[in-house]
């Protein structure tokens, strides 16, 4: 049997822990420059206002009390989804996220488990209680509220998760026979298949997620190849066999952000991307990893104005540099070093930026053997290892918080390029400056 465990609402969920004054009304989580909603409470939803609404279409129902809006903070989310994750391997015998506010869980035996005292009307069965138990937990320890469902498989777990989701008890266990239940399913709502093949799907007479499960194998490797055949398997109750890894390297890492005002300037595109370098790079060292090289951007507006906030059609392609590293690094100042001479390709004059960004290539282990040149500097600030010097400087901001200890390329004056996060919420978790008073 399988569990998924994911939190109702995540981004909302996590403001109203520590800002009580949300709870019962109206609350969406704003996207990067508080752009549109990203995250809406059972209470925004039901107003009938669809994810992906921009922000300036509702600032005025805002301005009467109507709704509240939060700007993303994700190093708050981050943190309540550790804690999450960290209950869960306390309780599962295996835990596999699956993002920041998901995860899939293997139940120990619960044979013996006892029937529990609870209020709803539900028919006893281990996994029920397993379930309402790990959901309480982390509502007591978290304040997150989660639903959770359990399934022989993990497209099976994903419906009964959105089943139990609805229920006043948070969890659900899917029956021995669903074919009920995903006779009352879309095809196109099946974790897996999306709304893309959805035409293809009805020319083949497969409307819901019973008749994707009892359509023939040829059919379905028809419309979606051998994906899609994996879903109807385990429409089917037979587990098929993940080849994704969750906790693999990356074969890539990245960092990007569109600007809280438009750049028209050098410095500005290259404090940015040194930023950006920077926040990339201590992503390769959190994994132990090296990167061979680099693409660098800087993406600007086709056409004048002064909003950031404009549809994709009004913005312009990127320009693009690619930096080869002398030999693998993960040292911050060695690839601010390579980029350094690419810069000025990316600017020209009288243009207005949108964003920049950088993307790591070439990922590897230090211990990954490769050839050097004969003849080469011993001396080269490129060595094919680990960076003693940015061990000691994340060390640092880890201990007294982000960004303490930073490049001087990434600027030590006002960065109007940051993003627009108007409406943020503190940090509480994790900065001290920023914990919660008690007056």
């Known amino acids: 049997?399988?569990?998924?465990?994911?939190?109702?609402?995540?981004?909302?969920?996590?403001?109203?822990?520590?800002?009580?004054?949300?709870?019962?009304?109206?609350v969406a989580v704003l996207s990067n420059n508080d752009g549109c909603c990203v995250s809406r409470s059972n209470e925004f939803k039901a107003l009938g206002i669809p994810m992906g609404t921009p922000y300036f279409q509702l600032k005025h129902r805002e301005a009467t009390g109507e709704l509240c809006f939060c700007s993303s903070n994700y190093e708050l989310y981050g943190d309540m989804s550790r804690r999450i994750i960290s209950i869960l391997r306390e309780e599962a015998v295996d835990v596999e996220q699956y993002s920041i506010d998901e995860a899939f869980i293997t139940p120990p035996s619960l044979e013996a488990l006892p029937a529990p005292d609870s209020p709803f009307p539900v028919p006893h069965s281990p996994y029920l209680a397993y379930g309402r138990r790990l959901r309480s937990k982390i509502l007591r320890w978290v304040g997150?509220?989660?639903?959770?469902?359990?399934?022989?498989?993990?497209?099976?777990a994903k419906i009964a998760n959105h089943i139990g989701k609805k229920r006043p008890e948070g969890v659900f266990l899917l029956p021995d026979d669903p074919t009920e239940i995903l006779a009352g399913l879309s095809a196109g709502e099946v974790w897996g298949v999306?709304?893309?093949?959805?035409?293809?799907?009805?020319?083949?007479?497969?409307?819901?997620?019973?008749?994707?499960?009892?359509?023939?194998?040829?059919?379905?490797?028809?419309?979606?190849?051998?994906?899609?055949?994996?879903?109807a398997t385990e429409l089917r109750g037979t587990p098929c066999k993940d080849d994704r890894d969750y906790d693999a390297d990356p074969d890539s890492v990245s960092c990007s952000r569109s600007f809280g005002?438009?750049?028209?300037?050098?410095?500005?595109?290259?404090?940015?991307?040194?930023?950006?370098?920077?926040?990339?790079?201590?992503?390769?060292?959190?994994?132990?990893?090296?990167?061979?090289?680099?693409?660098?951007?800087?993406?600007?507006?086709?056409?004048?104005?002064?909003?950031?906030?404009?549809?994709?059609?009004?913005?312009?392609?990127?320009?693009?540099r690619t930096v080869m590293f002398p030999a693998p690094t993960d040292a911050t100042n060695a690839m601010l070093d390579a980029i350094r001479p690419e810069l000025p390709a990316l600017f020209l004059p009288g243009t207005r930026y949108r964003?920049?960004?950088?993307?790591?290539?070439?990922i590897e282990k230090?211990?990954?053997?490769?050839?050097?040149?004969?003849?080469?500097?011993?001396?080269?600030?490129?060595?094919?290892?680990?960076?003693?010097?940015?061990?000691?400087?994340?060390?640092?901001?880890?201990?007294?918080?982000?960004?303490?200890?930073?490049?001087a390329a990434e600027g030590i004056g006002p960065r109007t390029w940051h993003t627009k996060r108007s409406k943020v919420s503190k940090r509480t978790t994790t900065r001290w400056d920023e914990l919660m008073t008690v007056r």
């Open 1 to 26: 049997m399988i569990g998924l465990v994911d939190g109702n609402n995540f981004f909302v969920s996590c403001e109203r822990v520590f800002n009580r004054r949300l709870v019962g009304r109206p």
């Open 144 to 156: 997150i509220p989660c639903g959770i469902g359990f399934a022989p498989t993990k497209t099976l």
């Open 194 to 231: 999306g709304r893309r093949l959805a035409p293809q799907l009805r020319a083949e007479h497969i409307f819901t997620a019973k008749d994707l499960r009892d359509a023939p194998d040829d059919v379905i490797r028809g419309i979606g190849g051998v994906t899609l055949l994996r879903t």
């Open 261 to 320: 005002e438009p750049v028209t300037t050098l410095d500005g595109i290259s404090e940015s991307l040194a930023s950006f370098t920077a926040q990339a790079a201590a992503k390769l060292r959190q994994h132990g990893l090296l990167a061979a090289g680099c693409n660098v951007y800087a993406q600007i507006f086709r056409s004048g104005g002064t909003s950031p906030k404009r549809s994709p059609e009004e913005c312009g392609d990127c320009l693009v």
């Open 355 to 362: 964003k920049t960004g950088i993307v790591f290539f070439g």
């Open 366 to 407: 230090p211990e990954t053997p490769h050839q050097m040149e004969l003849f080469g500097d011993s001396r080269s600030p490129f060595p094919v290892s680990r960076s003693p010097l940015y061990a000691t400087i994340d060390a640092l901001n880890a201990r007294y918080g982000k960004s303490k200890v930073f490049s």
